[in-house]
C-alpha cells in the first residue's frame, strides 16, 4: 500500500540526509481495507510503515488469506476457474474521502504473480486482471478494487487415473455385451465392470468439490 500525507514532511537537508524512517504502523494514520471473498486470515506481524520526506507512505505486509469462489465444473478435467479478490474499505466514503487506484500495470502484475505462483500443483496460473469502481452502499459509495485470477487445472493426472480406465471399462463392457460369450460369463463380466465403474465414481465424488451447481459431464454420462 502507497499513501501521501502532507503533513509529514522534511528537508533531509535538516536532519543529516535522512530521507526516510521506519516507524510503527500505529504512529500514523492508515488506510484500512479488508478483502470482501475472506474466509480466513493469518495476520502479518510485520506493522511498520516506511515514511519518506516528501510524504509517501509505504506499507507492506505479506499474509495468507483463504478466500471463497464459485466454481464450474462441468468441463473436469479441463476446466478454467476464475476467482475475484476483491479489496475495499467502508470507513472512508470513495467520493470525498477515500479512493484505490491500482499502481502498476495488469501486465507487470501478471508477471510477479507468475514468479510467486508454485507451478508445479494441480493449478497453473494464466492470468490477472482487475476492475476498479465504487460499490453502492446505504450510507455512501466507497471505492473497490477487484483482482481477477484465472486459474486452468492441470488434466494429466484425472486422465492417467480416471478417465482412460472409464473407456476402457465402457470398451471392455461392449466388448463381452457383443461377444461369443456365453450369458453366464456375459453376466460375471457385467458385474465386474459395474464394480469397477462404481469405484470410479466414488473416487470422482471425493476429488470433485460439492459446491458446483452443474456436476462434471463424466460424472453425468
Keep these: 500500500q502507497e499513501w501521501e500525507n502532507s503533513f509529514v514532511t522534511w528537508d533531509p537537508r535538516d536532519f543529516c540526509n535522512i530521507s526516510q524512517v521506519v516507524l510503527p504502523m500505529e504512529t500514523y494514520w492508515s488506510p484500512h481495507i479488508l478483502i470482501l471473498e475472506r474466509v480466513n ?13 516528501n510524504g509517501s507512505f509505504v506499507s507492506t505486509q505479506p ?3 483463504t478466500l471463497t469462489c464459485s466454481l464450474m465444473i462441468l468441463k473436469f478435467p479441463f476446466d478454467t476457474q476464475t476467482c475475484n479478490v476483491s479489496v475495499a ?26 514468479s510467486y505462483f508454485l507451478t508445479d500443483g494441480e493449478w497453473k496460473f494464466t ?11 446505504d450510507h455512501g459509495e466507497f471505492s473497490v478494487i477487484t483482482y481477477k ?5 492441470r488434466p494429466t493426472l484425472y486422465i492417467l487415473n480416471l478417465i482412460l480406465p472409464t473407456c476402457a471399462l465402457y470398451l471392455l463392457d461392449m466388448a463381452v455385451l457383443f461377444g461369443p460369450s456365453s450369458l453366464e460369463e456375459k453376466i ?4 465386474a465392470i459395474i464394480l469397477g465403474s462404481s469405484m470410479l465414481a466414488v473416487i470422482l465424488n471425493n476429488i470433485l468439490p460439492t459446491s458446483s451447481n452443474k456436476p462434471p459431464i463424466i460424472g453425468t454420462r
Excluded at 477515500?98 to 499502481?103: I, L, N, S
Design 41 to 53: 486470515r493469518q495476520n502479518s506481524n510485520f506493522d511498520y510503515v516506511t515514511i519518506r520526506h
Design 63 to 65: 499474509f495468507q488469506v
Design 89 to 114: 474499505s467502508f470507513l472512508h466514503p470513495a467520493v470525498t474521502e477515500f479512493v484505490m487506484r491500482t499502481k502498476r500495470t495488469e501486465a507487470a502484475m501478471m508477471k510477479d504473480s507468475q
Design 127 to 137: 492470468n490477472l486482471s482487475t476492475i476498479e469502481y465504487t460499490e453502492q452502499l
Design 149 to 153: 485470477v484465472s486459474m486452468e487445472r
Design 188 to 191: 460375471s463380466f457385467q458385474i
